[in-house]
């Protein structure tokens, strides 16, 4: 029996995932980690879209250095 869980956790998991994504396979472009996140969450078009506008104003870190 799977629990309901509130669409702003899922968007939160969301983020975390691309983030996670992103850093374990950086040749991906962010589309494709953005679109398996949507899936994998169940985000609806508007949130992907969100998750999208998020990380396309993120500078990237460079190489070694943490935020």
Do not use: C, W, Y
């Amino acid at each position: 029996m799977s629990t309901l869980m509130p669409q702003s956790e899922l968007l939160r998991r969301a983020v975390t995932h691309v983030h996670e994504s992103v850093q374990e396979h950086p040749e991906k472009q962010l589309h494709a980690h953005i679109d398996d996140a949507a899936m994998r969450f169940n985000l609806s078009p508007l949130d992907a879209e969100a998750l999208g506008r998020l990380f396309a104003k993120t500078p990237a870190a460079p190489d070694g250095a943490e935020k």
